[in-house]
């Protein structure tokens, strides 16, 4: 692996939890959304909506919701069920196959058939939300499942491929995906490297949260700064350490 491979694999690989790691937000801080759902509608306002011109839809990590909350399996029970009931679909993002996005599926639907107005893959997207979307929740399809199960021809496969709601996983197979997301996955990378950044370089590679967030946007910091701490308090990234003057974040030296 050469030098920037691994400093992509280093920055982006969600650790393992830790025992003792604290979180903010509803069950750190207690200032903060009490159940999965309000946690999520919550990270969505942090979402930068105009940065894309309001064509994306409002994508949360899943990860960012174990920095709000203690109880990892209780986060991972309520998204199945939140998917189960098909009011939120959930992503896998390609650049960690550790971090998965999580999207409301009525926010999905209504962004991607805009990006379709005029478009001669219009119908077959149409036909993919009504059948596959919201009747399945997985994170990818067979080629054997759109063909058999969904019955969609060789041809609107390609249709929905080139459209963006399908990208290619292997051979005869597709992951679920959010069309022209690859700017999300651009300011969010270097967005993460540069908050990373901030706190490795404070004094004893720690810093106040509070302290951080007031920071204004940098050319490399294009989202909402609360957003990118979620992500690597989350992440486990940096420990989140409740203190008698606020949450202190200490970069974890990998």
């Excluded at 979402?47 to 109880?71: E, M």
């Excluded at 959930?90 to 599926?105: C, I, K, R, T």
Aim: hydrophobic fraction near 35%; proline fraction near 2%; glycine fraction near 6%.
């Amino acid at each position: 692996m050469n030098r920037k491979r691994a400093l992509v694999s280093d920055t982006f690989m969600v650790k393992k939890r830790r025992n003792g790691t604290e979180t903010f937000g509803a069950d750190g801080d207690r200032d903060g959304p009490t159940d999965v759902k309000s946690s999520l509608e919550y990270l969505r306002t942090l979402f930068p909506r105009k940065l894309f011109n309001d064509t994306l839809p409002q994508i949360v990590l899943k990860h960012q919701l174990y920095s709000i909350h203690h109880d990892k399996t209780l986060v991972d029970k309520e998204v199945s069920k939140l998917r189960e009931q098909g009011e939120l679909l959930m992503f896998q993002l390609g650049f960690d196959s550790e971090a998965f996005g999580l999207v409301f599926a009525s926010d999905y639907k209504a962004k991607v058939l805009a990006g379709e107005e005029g478009k001669v893959t219009r119908a077959a997207v149409e036909k993919f939300l009504e059948k596959a979307v919201s009747s399945c929740t997985d994170l990818s399809f067979s080629k054997d499942k759109m063909l058999k199960e969904f019955l969609f021809t060789d041809s609107e496969i390609t249709q929905l491929v080139k459209s963006g709601v399908l990208t290619v996983r292997d051979a005869g197979s597709w992951w679920l995906s959010i069309p022209n997301s690859g700017k999300f996955t651009k300011y969010f990378i270097q967005g993460r490297k540069a908050v990373l950044g901030m706190v490795k370089k404070s004094k004893y590679s720690e810093v106040m949260k509070a302290d951080i967030e007031e920071r204004p946007s940098t050319s490399q910091v294009k989202f909402h700064m609360k957003y990118h701490i979620h992500d690597i308090v989350g992440a486990e990234l940096v420990e989140s350490i409740p203190t008698t003057s606020g949450t202190l974040l200490r970069f974890v030296d990998s």
